[in-house]
């Protein structure tokens, strides 16, 4: 089953030369979900070879605007290229007053619609529920209310072995499957063991957008597969990343490390770095497993 996400931006606050705003696209089992869409996003799918037109779930963190600056463009596409499914987006409660004043001084009405899901960013909820996975908000300490989100797959299957399949009848696939042991009408005992495999452990992604490091969110990250962390400055200017509410590369690390990640990645980097070795480098002098969320790049979770 594919879990993985593709970086779409990874700047803070302006673009640079190679680097957008923030934006991922998560791919799970084929399914589509973007995790917040900055200016520059649609060009950037483009690039990558990444179809809008299969984006069905659309999470936005907070509202400033390199988090969501995009997204209007992006609509406004889908709705000139003939879309007419439903979209889901969950953001700020203020984000639908945001997109129905633009639509409508533009004198737009689209052609699908959107169903939108207002977020609570002070409790931590599950937003979102369908039969490969949930979706959690974590809340973070930011200058604006901001969420971030944990998608956690849920549990598949097990496996059939597929050289065993023929020895039995199709119709006892799927109890065999979800771990069951059948008697046959002969009395022969079919035991879910001995044609099935496990199913992989389910995965989660763990998406922390803009936030001071901050100890109140870590119970909602802990132990997760692949945490993504936003590393604005080297900590040299942890005085300026407390200022703005941001974190450093360092402090992302400590977060990783505290909480058991298995994998940490970095962005949401300033502009004021044009090459990023020392970010991830000072990162990794805590927690080893880390890479940078580079544009274009996509991994595995």
Request: with cysteine; glycine share 4%.
């Amino acid at each position: 089953m594919r879990f993985e996400v593709t970086i779409l931006g990874s700047s803070s606050a302006t673009p640079v030369f190679n680097r957008n705003p923030t934006a991922q696209l998560l791919n799970c089992n084929e399914k589509y979900y973007l995790i917040d869409c900055g200016e520059g996003t649609q060009q950037q799918l483009i690039k990558y070879n990444l179809k809008a037109a299969r984006i069905d779930y659309i999470f936005i963190s907070h509202l400033h605007g390199d988090h969501y600056f995009g997204l209007i463009g992006l609509l406004s596409s889908l709705h000139l290229n003939g879309r007419i499914k439903p979209i889901q987006i969950f953001g700020p409660e203020a984000l639908l007053e945001i997109l129905e004043v633009q639509f409508k001084y533009s004198d737009t009405v689209l052609r699908y619609p959107i169903e939108f899901f207002a977020i609570d960013p002070t409790q931590p909820a599950q937003i979102f529920e369908n039969s490969e996975l949930t979706v959690e908000t974590i809340v973070l300490n930011h200058r604006i209310p901001t969420t971030g989100f944990i998608f956690k797959q849920k549990q598949r299957q097990r496996k059939l072995i597929k050289e065993k399949a023929d020895l039995i009848p199709m119709a006892y696939y799927t109890a065999l499957k979800k771990g069951m042991d059948i008697e046959t009408p002969g009395g022969e005992m079919l035991l879910s063991e001995d044609y099935t495999t496990p199913a992989e452990p389910p995965r989660c992604y763990a998406y922390c957008s803009d936030t001071l490091y901050d100890e109140r969110y870590f119970e909602s990250i802990k132990d997760c597969d692949t945490l993504y962390h936003e590393a604005t400055f080297l900590h040299e200017l942890l005085d300026r990343a407390k200022e703005t509410h941001h974190t450093t590369a360092l402090q992302a690390a400590e977060v990783a490390k505290i909480n058991n990640a298995k994998k940490l990645l970095i962005g949401h980097f300033s502009s004021r770095y044009k090459t990023l070795q020392m970010l991830l480098e000072e990162a990794q002098s805590v927690f080893e497993n880390t890479e940078l969320a580079l544009e274009g790049k996509t991994f595995p979770l």
